[in-house]
């Protein structure tokens, strides 16, 4: 793949390495790089370009890890309380042993721009695909946890190319998705302080090296608070956010969740069913996964890093996963192979560990849907927020005009759920389009 002189002017040749490093050896990266003259590879602000290669024995160690694995004994109830249901897991895991092919997620991931950056001392991977129309609109699009950049692949081709999806030449993006540090083929953080605020700053660091001078930011889950960040700082060139899951939770609210207690008084019959909603889902233990990564990190790392069975049962943990049918039905998007894609990210790069740290990192901040914790009044540019029916919560329309004071787009969707970009990639683009229209 040639790059583009144009894009990346620093470049001035490219160099191919493929090192048999440590790490390279733990999740077979081949990257194609070009130092600037006397600098080293970890001062090096260049742009380069990089292919995924696994190496085979890494393959051939997680299939007999999981042909190894000792399974515990059934759960005692009839349905997900307890966690990942051992048949349904089981049935994916001998799948993920002896059907499952990453080589066809490497061929299409090496078939998009990849590259790499390095970025205050941390190398970080993206995805870049410009569109073939003139004008697009530049945006960086942020993934959480338990995703990654395998959530976005389906909504890549409606963004850049949007007349084939239903929409005009002047709804046009180029997309940008970089991977978090500590997640997916980033580097891993050695130091602390990797937060959002400081992704942020890195998020938009990348963009001017893209050569950027005007572009919008897309988020969800983590990528709420990145996001939200960005327009926080009034990153330059930025123009507004589009988000889902946004911080929309006012104070008495949020005084009164922890506690279990009764709803405030003067809430709507929609806010009250919000209320009852997330106070179920708080005792239903369904953010338990939140507090075990906020507080022990390390700890949770040591046996999703050693078992592959144990990783899929801690990600499946999610709620965002409480409706997926274990690819029952091969229609509905996210499919067996895509959630395995996901799963299998996470296991070759050795990533279970330091992508739970940046849930350590904020814990201090409190919840991602809190609109104090959040710092929402303090953004001045324009956000979008798309509902999702299924996400782990539905924000009312007031609480969002309330926590957000330049509030330009809010609209609840009829479906798809907390992986909206997996789940539903031709609604995403086209609330994404409608978000971000004003702005062009």
């Known amino acids: ?29 081949c990257v ?6 006397g600098q080293t590879a970890a001062e090096d602000q260049s742009v380069r370009t990089f292919k995924v290669q696994v190496p085979q024995a890494a393959l051939d160690d997680l299939h007999r890890r999981i042909a190894a694995t000792r399974w515990p ?20 895991v001998r799948y993920w042993g002896s059907g499952y092919d990453w080589r066809r997620l ?18 970080i991977h993206f995805i870049h695909v410009r569109s073939r129309h003139k004008n697009a609109l530049p945006v960086i699009v942020t993934h959480g946890w338990p995703g990654s950049v395998i959530e976005q692949l389906k909504i890549i081709d409606p963004l850049t190319d949007p007349t084939a999806h239903g929409g005009g030449a002047e709804d046009a993006f180029d997309v940008v998705i970089p991977s978090l540090p500590g997640y997916g083929f980033s580097g891993h953080p ?60 006012p104070p008495e609210v949020a005084a009164v969740l922890p506690t279990g207690g009764p709803a405030p008084a003067g809430l709507s ?15 239903k233990g369904n953010l338990a996964y939140f507090t075990m990564m906020t507080a022990r990190p390390q700890s949770v790392g040591y046996g999703t890093t050693d078992s592959p069975a144990g990783l ?23 499919t067996k192979d895509d959630v395995l894609d996901n799963i299998t990210l996470y296991w070759l790069t050795n990533t ?58 809010f609209h609840e969707v009829d479906r798809g759920g907390h992986f909206a970009a997996w789940e539903q990639p031709e609604l995403f683009a086209a609330e994404l389009r409608a978000a971000f229209r004003s702005l062009r």
Not at 78 to 92: F, P, R, T, V, Y
Request: with cysteine.
């Open 1 to 29: 793949m040639a790059l583009d002189k144009r894009q990346y002017p620093a470049r001035t040749r490219t160099t191919r390495l493929c090192a048999a490093t440590a790490a390279a050896l733990a999740f077979g990266l």
């Open 32 to 37: 194609f790089f070009s130092p600037g003259h």
């Open 73 to 92: 004994d059934t759960e005692t109830v009839a349905d997900q309380s307890q966690g990942a249901q051992l048949a349904q897991l089981q049935e994916l």
């Open 106 to 123: 490497e061929a299409q991931l090496n078939a998009l721009p990849q590259f790499k950056t390095n970025i205050d001392g941390v190398d």
């Open 190 to 249: 050695t130091g602390t302080g990797w937060d959002p605020d400081r992704i942020a700053r890195a998020w938009a660091e990348l963009m001017k090296r893209l050569g950027y001078t005007r572009y919008v930011a897309q988020g969800g889950d983590w990528g709420t608070p990145i996001s939200s960040a960005m327009a926080r700082q009034a990153a330059p060139g930025l123009l507004g956010i589009h988000i889902n899951l946004p911080a929309t939770v």
């Open 269 to 283: 019959e929609k806010e009250r069913a919000v209320f009852e909603a997330l106070k179920t889902s708080g005792m």
């Open 312 to 334: 899929a049962a801690w990600i499946l943990v999610h709620p965002g996963f409480a409706q997926w049918t274990y690819g029952a039905d091969p229609g509905k998007s996210p």
């Open 352 to 409: 279970a560990t330091s992508s739970a740290r940046l849930y350590w990192e904020t814990g201090a901040r409190g919840s991602v849907i809190v609109a104090a914790a959040q710092k929402t009044a303090e953004i001045a540019l324009p956000v979008a927020i798309t509902a999702f029916p299924e996400d782990v919560y539905v924000p009312p329309e007031t609480w969002a005009r309330r926590a957000y004071p330049n509030l330009t787009y």
